[in-house]
């Protein structure tokens, strides 16, 4: 069915938005030699499954530890921040490199991340916001040493290799390899700590001190060492930046030829979850471009997003094929906001 009737009377929906309120702390890591140590228990070896899970805050795309584990001149096992992407790695089982996620985690908000192995299904799994970004086939037999296992640096590795600058909190360890339903089933929830497969879980809500407690009763207590705690003042603070409500902007330049570029934001949906510091998904974000006709010709984003100022280019070439001069619609929908906006082509 043709879009033009749409896309002539399209109705834009504005949700105003609001941060939900937070009792807890976390722990923010400068990126130079701020760690945790969880120290070498065998809870932290990987047999069948695993799941990594943790809300992180970026301040910087540099390449940064959230969890390492290092012996002997060889990763072990290691989730990072790399340029907007997570890394996942086991040793052995994953053949010497690490694999990436395909979606994006932006600086300066929350981002849930969360990480499976499973060695029955010979699959490796990387999770953003609870949603499923992508997925390795890798071997098994996961290699298990006596290094200590650190959040934000490895002060062993003596490189000074990748430390995390940023904030990390709600670390989970499961022996299970989790679904997609069952990570956005607690991702912003507080648990207990005897939940089934749990076996490590660091809340960071002590606030204080130079320890942080793990909740389950294995009682694998983290060392502080250098990371400093935040509160909810904190980050409502770096939560300032973060937009409030939707909005898509005319594109630049405008008329166009052979490119041009589309700005929209994303605001952080409502939510009374204690966990969700402002950093819940809206869901999937969709922008194409039709022609005069309403048909539709690119798709230039189709994904979940979390809350954040966004730029995509548009290229007058699609699929190999020069597009006409002439009048295009970009239409921008996320739940219930639509827009439409008009752009010129002349060649």
Request: aromatic residues 12%; contains cysteine; charged residues 15%.
């Amino acid at each position: 069915m043709k879009l033009f009737t749409f896309i002539v009377f399209s109705v834009i929906f504005i949700h105003q938005t609001c941060f939900s309120q937070w009792s807890g702390s976390a722990l923010r890591f400068n990126g130079v030699n701020n760690y945790v140590d969880m120290g070498n228990a065998q809870t932290f070896d990987v047999g069948t499954a695993v799941t990594y899970e943790a809300w992180i805050n970026p301040d910087t795309t540099q390449h940064g530890f959230i969890f390492n584990k290092w012996v002997a001149f060889q990763e072990d096992k290691q989730i990072a921040y790399s340029g907007n992407r997570i890394s996942f790695y086991l040793h052995n089982a994953f053949g010497g490199s690490s694999f990436f996620s395909s979606s994006s985690v932006p600086t300066h908000q929350y981002t849930h991340i969360a990480a499976t192995y499973n060695s029955s299904t010979g699959t490796a799994s990387i999770y953003i916001n609870g949603v499923l970004d992508t997925s390795k086939n890798v071997g098994s037999n996961v290699s298990n040493s006596n290094g200590n296992l650190y959040y934000g640096f490895n002060p062993v590795r003596g490189d000074n290799v990748a430390p995390f600058k940023g904030i990390i909190d709600e670390v989970r360890i499961w022996n299970i390899a989790r679904t997609e339903q069952e990570i956005q089933s607690t991702m912003n929830q507080t648990l207990n700590g005897n939940e089934p497969g749990l076996v490590g879980y660091w809340k960071f809500d002590e606030g204080t001190g130079t320890i942080t407690y793990d909740a389950t009763s294995n009682h694998n207590d983290g060392t502080i060492s250098g990371a400093t705690w935040v509160g909810p003042t904190d980050v409502e603070t770096l939560n300032e930046n973060v937009p409030s409500s939707y909005s898509l902007e005319q594109n630049y330049p405008n008329p166009f030829n052979p490119s041009t570029k589309i700005k929209f934001t994303i605001p952080t949906p409502p939510s009374s979850s204690p966990l969700t510091k402002g950093r819940n998904e809206v869901g999937l974000i969709t922008l194409k471009v039709y022609d005069i006709l309403g048909n539709e010709i690119a798709t230039l984003v189709n994904e979940h997003k979390p809350a954040g100022n966004y730029e995509v280019d548009f290229q007058s070439t699609v699929n190999g094929h020069q597009l006409a001069s002439g009048i295009y619609f970009y239409r921008l929908q996320a739940g219930l906001f639509v827009e439409t906006k008009k752009m010129i082509l002349l060649r």
